[in-house]
């Protein structure tokens, strides 16, 4: 015993030892080596067993291997550095948690591991046989996202992956559902790729969307009617918070408004494109290169089905819009200094120490204001700020 280890020294008393390659009995003793192995922890300890090992010489003179060393298949394999049981406990924790889990399980136990360690042993178990599937989810998968994808199948009772399919096709999966006679339900995705496979793979079977896409599909119909329904939203919340709009519309001259259509048509026919390209099979990295676009326009294209409304430009509210009567009725008196203005609403209000704003909000009603008198085309305007006004 040494600190947290305990060190166990072992060597076979068997006279003889088979060779591995003929099978005649070996009973010349050549030389001898030592074999270091981990094992399960003993009393919270780990455990390290010193194996020594015999290398015999095959009394068969035609046998290819002159040499052999003795071994214990029921202990450890060939080369190994850890026991049989040890590699059972390591991979049935990888297998119930993960990589990192596990590891952390078996160093409280006394056996320190690796993450990677756990991974690895847990890729050595046999993949387990596909059995019967009833009810079966279907979707695709990313060996590279945006390049590369295959398919997954689920089986929905036992909550486990069925099958991972190395294509996004629909001759593959096509070919292992027809392998499965007995399945009786589908669940997919939206795509026409998986519903093609399911029709022709799985005629028998019940074609359902998943519940991501359920939720997807509710979410965009409550979004479509309020959407309609948003200028009757509108002036409901007005109504029940007493607001009113604190300025008209103005009327759009007829060339912007033109602009505008055409802009939407744009959009309009991209969104129709997009979707068109979709239920062809393309996927979204596809279809953004074909159009021409990026592929977050093409994801947000993708999560609404229907065309995108017009855009409805409303002119929002400004600090500057309480005090319009008076700015008009002292612009009309020949005060046309911002500074001098914003002084004397300072001195009747609360809006201190937010010129720059309100030099901003008067930006539009000074230019409507030298809009609608022509008669003094060269008035200036001065932006001074009131200390400099007072020196």
């Given at each position: 015993?040494?600190?947290?280890?305990?060190?166990?020294?072992?060597?076979?008393?068997?006279?003889?030892?088979?060779?591995?390659?003929?099978?005649?009995?070996?009973?010349?003793?050549?030389?001898?080596?030592?074999?270091?192995?981990?094992?399960?922890?003993?009393?919270?300890?780990?455990?390290?067993?010193?194996?020594?090992?015999?290398?015999?010489?095959?009394?068969?003179?035609?046998?290819?291997?002159?040499?052999?060393?003795?071994?214990?298949?029921?202990?450890?394999?060939?080369?190994?550095?850890?026991?049989?049981?040890?590699?059972?406990?390591?991979?049935?924790?990888?297998?119930?948690?993960?990589?990192?889990?596990?590891?952390?399980?078996?160093?409280?136990?006394?056996?320190?591991?690796?993450?990677?360690?756990?991974?690895?042993?847990?890729?050595?178990?046999?993949?387990?046989?596909?059995?019967?599937?009833?009810k079966v989810g279907i979707d695709e998968w990313a060996w590279k996202k945006g390049q590369r994808y295959g398919t997954i199948l689920v089986d929905l009772e036992k909550r486990r992956v069925v099958q991972?399919?190395?294509?996004?096709?629909?001759?593959?999966?096509?070919?292992?559902?027809?392998?499965?006679?007995?399945?009786?339900l589908v669940s997919r995705d939206r795509g026409k790729l998986f519903r093609e496979a399911a029709t022709n793979g799985a005629p028998q079977a019940k074609q359902v969307v998943d519940r991501f896409h359920?939720?997807?599909?509710?979410?965009?119909?409550?979004?479509?009617?309020?959407?309609?329904?948003?200028?009757?939203?509108?002036?409901?919340?007005?109504?029940?918070?007493?607001?009113?709009?604190?300025?008209?519309?103005?009327?759009?001259?007829?060339?912007?408004?033109?602009?505008?259509?055409?802009?939407?048509?744009?959009?309009?026919?991209?969104?129709?494109?997009?979707?068109?390209?979709?239920?062809?099979?393309?996927?979204?990295?596809?279809?953004?290169?074909?159009?021409?676009?990026?592929?977050?326009?093409?994801?947000?294209?993708?999560?609404?089905?229907?065309?995108?409304?017009?855009?409805?430009?409303?002119?929002?509210?400004?600090?500057?819009?309480?005090?319009?009567?008076?700015?008009?009725?002292?612009?009309?008196?020949?005060?046309?200094?911002?500074?001098?203005?914003?002084?004397?609403?300072?001195?009747?209000?609360?809006?201190?120490?937010?010129?720059?704003?309100?030099?901003?909000?008067?930006?539009?009603?000074?230019r409507k204001s030298h809009a609608l008198s022509p008669s003094r085309p060269s008035s200036g305007i001065s932006l001074l700020r009131p200390e400099a006004l007072r020196s």
């Open positions: 015993m040494h600190d947290q280890t305990i060190i166990v020294h072992l060597h076979a008393t068997a006279p003889t030892a088979a060779c591995p390659q003929c099978g005649t009995a070996g009973s010349r003793v050549h030389s001898r080596y030592q074999r270091t192995m981990a094992d399960v922890a003993f009393g919270g300890r780990n455990l390290v067993l010193k194996l020594l090992v015999r290398k015999w010489i095959c009394p068969q003179a035609s046998c290819s291997r002159h040499m052999f060393a003795e071994r214990f298949p029921e202990v450890v394999q060939r080369y190994a550095r850890m026991t049989d049981r040890l590699i059972k406990a390591l991979q049935a924790a990888g297998v119930i948690t993960n990589g990192a889990d596990a590891a952390q399980i078996a160093e409280s136990f006394g056996v320190p591991t690796t993450a990677k360690t756990i991974i690895r042993r847990v890729l050595q178990l046999p993949l387990p046989s596909e059995g019967s599937v009833r991972l399919l190395a294509e996004r096709s629909v001759e593959t999966s096509k070919t292992w559902l027809r392998k499965h006679p007995e399945i009786d359920l939720q997807k599909n509710f979410a965009e119909a409550l979004e479509k009617f309020f959407r309609k329904q948003e200028r009757a939203l509108k002036k409901a919340m007005q109504r029940s918070t007493g607001t009113t709009r604190s300025a008209e519309r103005t009327a759009v001259p007829e060339k912007v408004a033109q602009e505008r259509r055409a802009r939407h048509r744009q959009r309009v026919n991209m969104h129709k494109r997009i979707w068109k390209l979709y239920r062809q099979g393309y996927h979204k990295e596809q279809i953004a290169q074909l159009v021409g676009i990026s592929s977050r326009r093409v994801y947000r294209a993708l999560e609404q089905e229907t065309p995108p409304p017009p855009r409805r430009r409303s002119r929002s509210s400004s600090i500057v819009d309480p005090y319009l009567t008076y700015l008009a009725s002292r612009w009309n008196q020949g005060c046309h200094n911002v500074a001098r203005l914003y002084e004397e609403i300072v001195a009747a209000s609360d809006i201190r120490g937010r010129s720059g704003r309100f030099r901003c909000g008067c930006v539009p009603f000074v």
